[in-house]
């Protein structure tokens, strides 16, 4: 066992959370054949996030009983509205006693990345009308080959999808929520064979980067709101910058533009900045 890298895996999916740490251990050592590694982590996590334990029934509890604390995770989580840390608030209280969230540089986080995973796939199956993956008609046989996810092929999947359902009627929506949208459409696709989570830019609340794990490969897509051509410009050096640390070669850009559709641009093509390839697709 590389213990350090065992250990910087384990904080990676549950920031040290007593419970989960000790479960995800428990399903190495008596369900994955005793994989201690990275990748063992990674499907440990995709087996604990469909079952069911008190913990995590607590924590559907307590959002479903208290209406202001699940909109104050579902801003948090689903919209990426920053919010500053502040005791005192009940609503806040309530989700730091909880343990739902944490003070994360005086920004108020999930606790944790698998806290992310069940809470996001709680609200979708809270919120089914929204659900974009009964109107899309894509399956995953449609984007997996030989065990592989193709990505590129997903996101002009949903370039498509997204255009066929968007309105000037559903505009204010989908610029609230254009993130649930995508991941709504993602989720069906994964199909328990992979699973996501959220890189929280907590210096920009208009970027949200999406990890998405699928057999031994790894998908970084950032998420942005169309603010003109020369923050698209910028964006690209910020994913391009975020692949280095990750020491990946590809990544994607999902770009959502709100303006009247005379103005839009759509784009669906590959672009190489700073010897990194991405994906750009502006929906």
Wanted: hydrophobic share 35%.
């Amino acid at each position: 066992m590389d213990i350090d890298e065992v250990s910087e895996e384990l904080h990676k999916y549950t920031s040290g959370y007593p419970f989960l740490v000790s479960r995800l251990c428990q399903c190495i050592d008596e369900e994955l054949e005793k994989n201690w590694t990275a990748a063992g982590i990674q499907d440990a996590v995709k087996k604990i996030t469909l079952e069911k334990n008190t913990l995590f029934d607590d924590l559907y509890k307590n959002l479903e009983n208290n209406e202001d604390l699940y909109k104050f995770i579902y801003d948090i989580l689903i919209i990426g509205r920053q919010r500053a840390f502040s005791q005192g608030n009940p609503t806040i209280d309530a989700a730091l006693m909880y343990g739902i969230i944490k003070n994360e540089n005086e920004k108020m986080t999930v606790y944790n990345k698998i806290f992310e995973i069940i809470v996001c796939d709680y609200f979708i199956s809270k919120d089914e009308d929204k659900q974009s993956d009964k109107a899309a008609g894509v399956l995953q046989s449609d984007v997996v080959r030989n065990s592989r996810f193709d990505m590129e092929l997903c996101l002009r999947k949903f370039a498509e999808h997204y255009a066929d359902i968007y309105t000037e009627k559903t505009a204010a929506f989908a610029e609230r929520e254009g993130k649930f949208l995508f991941i709504t459409y993602l989720k069906p696709l994964l199909n328990g064979q992979g699973f996501y989570h959220f890189e929280s830019q907590l210096s920009d609340e208009r970027r949200m980067d999406i990890v998405v794990d699928f057999g031994r490969e790894q998908f970084i897509i950032e998420l942005k709101i169309w603010r003109g051509e020369k923050e698209h410009t910028e964006a690209y050096e910020q994913l391009a910058g975020y692949l280095e640390a990750k020491k990946a070669g590809t990544g994607y850009l999902l770009t959502f533009d709100f303006r009247k559709d005379a103005n839009k641009e759509r784009k669906a093509e590959w672009v190489e900045i700073s010897g990194k390839k991405i994906f750009d697709v502006i929906v």
